[in-house]
């Protein structure tokens, strides 16, 4: 009875990924021995020893070896575990005495588990003798020299098959490659005429899930003689020792999964030899043996196979290395120019893209990024500057590797369907937790050509309270159009940007280094003229002193004996000293903007503007002017330094004032995550020309004639607000008032309040 996958009470994944390998069964054609060394007692028996043997299992059970075998045979076993290497033993002949006089040849398959227990297994022997050396050079020579042949792969491949066919007589044989999505896929094959084709057909993974695919990486050849046959129970079920199941990781005779079964029925398939195919440790494919009959094929001869396997696979490896050579050399060509390139560029990302070959070249994409702080350079045909910052965070939540690298990015990110014309495929690189390379690929449309409906791959019945899987009845051909899908990147595509990414790395922390040296030296420079520029204008003042002192005194004491001349001189003495005196003052106040500690707390900015309108009060009064303000916040700031940044600007507004009474207004903007203040006036304003050079120290539009000052009052704003974190800047033109701009960041608590809902905006907004 089928039932809903959707149901929350059924789950697939348990089901698919259920431990096969501790199945309590095995395959009735022979018979298996968990064994407790060193005496070789029997702990546990498969319960068909009375077809094989003629003795009942609990009468062998809590047995040794010894009760079944003669002491010749037992002593020769016990060398040989003692000598380490069971596959030196592998197989033994061996005769077990059946009920009565009767002996019955077996084969016998010793092997340890993952817990270190001993397991044999018997399989009946079709021959008395072992296949000699010889017959295993001679199959390898011959299937070799055909390789030798064709320098094509597909060729290859399809001699692999037929040369496996020729050697076990199966009815099909397929070469059975993994793609990187678990999928898989019939690249060759050898067949009876009146099979229906396997070849160029997909599987989906579900055909062999991840136990499954685990299994056939560390048991390389496995046999179903007779997929009709019925399984034997193990007994007892649970290990005495172990008080657990027993791990038939590496058995040889341990039964599949009921759906496995019931799935090569569904094909037509009465036995079937599967060989692994490994490659840099994890299984690149098989080699799958089909018979519609039942079939038996010997120790020997399977271990035969697995070594064609291997010698043949080996090729494969190495042909599969050779058509990528030239690719690779090319790459690795493309990459040592882009780090001799990043070498000589001041900032290493114009070096990858603003040179032939540049960052493109390296994986054959169409764009490419490189985001680095909060910015991002891009190159060829790339999302918009919002989706890449919205993929980035993606990406920092969400990737831990080396590298990433996906054919399908909406798959895994349903947003990038909006850009999937541009970026179907992704090759991303971190270069730090916040910085990364991004490579892109568009959607390349295209047919695929199933084994059956991938989209009904299996189903889940129930019988009796038992909820199972049962495989597809149907293999048909089943052509699906696959969208949202790139051109896949090649291995040594991955590799070349993986080799990218270290030597940016490497660049980064030398440049790093440079500027941490850099910083240290400025910061030094800095602070012995900061020290320089205190000492030098406090020791000023006493000499200033003195000059403006004697100067008043010489008029004091001749006043009557000066003409006009001397006295209009020593004024202008006077005033001078004065101006000086004044520059010094705003000197000191520029020096210590920085040097002393600010306390940052949180400061009422309307308390702050009252304290600078006190100060100002007089000359407020003396102009007529109007100070309005809106609603001030609270912020993090210094109190006496936000105090002297509004004294100064609306100082600035009346000082610059026009005919009228100044009219000034201060005015407050929250934005994401900063405050955006404004002193607007109604004064003479400011050619756009000179929008930045007014902030620079000394920098003076006006002589002081027309209007007396240092050139200090902006300069010394800029600094507080650079201190604070912010930025500060005009929009004025001449004849219409000006308006002062700068911002104060949000403080450290409300921020995390406000990223915390961003963050939640993102991730039920945008569906990440």
Not at 478 to 483: D, L, P, S
Not at 728 to 735: D, K
Request: proline residues 4%; hydrophobic residues 40%.
């Amino acid at each position: 009875m089928g039932i809903d996958l959707q149901s929350p009470e059924i789950n697939v994944t348990s089901l698919k990924e259920a431990p096969i390998h501790l199945f309590k069964q095995i395959q009735p054609y022979g018979v298996l021995l968990v064994l407790e060394e060193p005496e070789l007692k029997i702990l546990q028996i498969s319960n068909n020893t009375w077809n094989v043997f003629g003795i009942n299992p609990e009468n062998i059970l809590q047995k040794t070896l010894d009760d079944l075998l003669d002491p010749f045979q037992v002593e020769n076993i016990k060398a040989g575990l003692f000598a380490g290497n069971l596959e030196f033993i592998n197989p033994t002949k061996i005769w077990v005495r059946k009920k009565g006089d009767d002996y019955a040849v077996f084969d016998a398959v010793f092997h340890r588990n993952s817990e270190g227990i001993l397991i044999l297994e018997l399989e009946p022997a079709f021959s008395r003798e072992n296949i000699p050396f010889l017959s295993f050079y001679h199959l390898a020579k011959a299937s070799i020299n055909q390789l030798e042949k064709t320098s094509n792969l597909r060729d290859f491949c399809q001699i692999i098959v037929q040369e496996v066919r020729k050697v076990t007589g199966f009815d099909r044989v397929m070469l059975y490659k993994f793609d990187d999505d678990g999928h898989g896929s019939v690249v060759a094959e050898e067949k009876l005429e009146s099979m229906e084709p396997y070849l160029g057909l997909h599987y989906p993974e579900s055909d062999i899930p991840k136990p499954a695919r685990k299994l056939f990486a560390s048991n390389l050849i496995r046999l179903i003689p007779d997929s009709y046959a019925e399984p034997v129970q193990i007994v007892p079920a649970i290990n005495p020792v172990s008080d657990r199941p027993v791990d038939l990781t590496n058995s040889i005779l341990r039964s599949a999964a009921s759906c496995h079964m019931e799935y090569l029925h569904n094909m037509g398939v009465g036995a079937s030899l599967t060989i692994s195919l490994i490659k840099d440790q994890k299984l690149w494919g098989l080699i799958a043996c089909h018979h519609q009959e039942p079939k038996h094929v010997s120790y020997e001869l399977r271990k035969a196979c697995e070594f064609l396997g291997r010698v043949i696979f080996a090729e494969i490896s190495a042909r599969e290395e050779t058509e990528d050579y030239d690719y690779r050399m090319s790459l690795t060509h493309i990459q040592s120019l882009l780090i001799e390139y990043m070498s000589q560029e001041e900032n290493f990302i114009d070096g990858l893209v603003k040179h032939q070959p540049n960052l493109l070249n390296l994986t054959s994409a169409q764009g490419a990024a490189v985001c680095f702080g909060d910015h991002c350079t891009v190159i060829g045909e790339t999302p918009k500057e919002e989706d890449l910052n919205f993929l980035v965070q993606w990406l920092k939540n969400n990737v831990d590797e080396e590298v990433f690298y996906t054919d399908s990015l909406p798959q895994i990110y349903p947003d990038a369907e909006r850009f999937k014309n541009v970026a179907s495929g992704l090759l991303a690189i971190p270069i730090s937790r916040r910085n990364f390379v991004l490579w892109f690929r568009p959607e390349v449309i295209q047919t695929v050509n199933w084994g059956g409906d991938p989209n009904n791959a299996f189903e889940v019945s129930q019988s009796e309270g038992n909820v199972r899987l049962c495989p597809r009845k149907s293999f048909e051909l089943w052509k699906e159009t696959v969208r949202l899908t790139s051109l896949p990147w090649r291995s040594v595509e991955v590799k070349a940007a993986l080799e990218l990414r270290k030597a940016i790395v490497n660049i980064v922390l030398r440049q790093a280094d440079e500027l941490a040296q850099l910083a240290q030296d400025l910061e030094r420079s800095n602070a012995e003229l900061k020290k320089f520029a205190y000492v030098a204008s406090h020791d000023l003042q006493e000499p200033l002193n003195q000059v403006a002192n004697y100067v008043q005194l010489l008029e004091m004491r001749y006043h009557a004996e000066l003409d006009e001349d001397a006295k209009e001189f020593i004024t202008y003495a006077v005033e001078g000293v004065s101006l000086m005196q004044t520059l010094i003052d705003d000197v000191l106040v520029y020096s210590k903007v920085d040097t002393q500690a600010i306390a940052f707390q949180l400061t009422e900015v309307e308390t702050a503007l009252d304290r600078a309108l006190s100060n100002l009060r007089q000359r407020i009064l003396e102009t007529g002017g109007t100070i309005t303000h809106d609603s001030l916040p609270t912020v993090m700031a210094g109190s006496t330094q936000l105090m002297q940044l509004f004294q100064n600007l609306i100082a600035n507004a009346i000082k610059f004032r026009s005919d009228q009474a100044p009219q000034i207004h201060v005015g407050a903007e929250r934005l994401e995550d900063e405050w955006l203040f404004s002193v607007r006036d109604n004064g003479i304003g400011i050619d756009p020309q000179f929008s930045d050079r007014i902030f620079v120290i000394f920098q003076r539009l006006h002589t002081r004639d027309e209007y007396p000052g240092t050139g200090m009052g902006l300069a010394i704003c800029k600094k507080i607000i650079e201190c604070h974190r912010g930025r500060i800047w005009v929009e004025s033109q001449l004849g219409e008032g000006a308006t002062f701009y700068f911002t104060i960041p949000v403080g450290g608590r409300e921020r995390e309040r406000r990223n915390g809902r961003k963050t939640q905006n993102n991730l039920f907004g945008r569906g990440q």
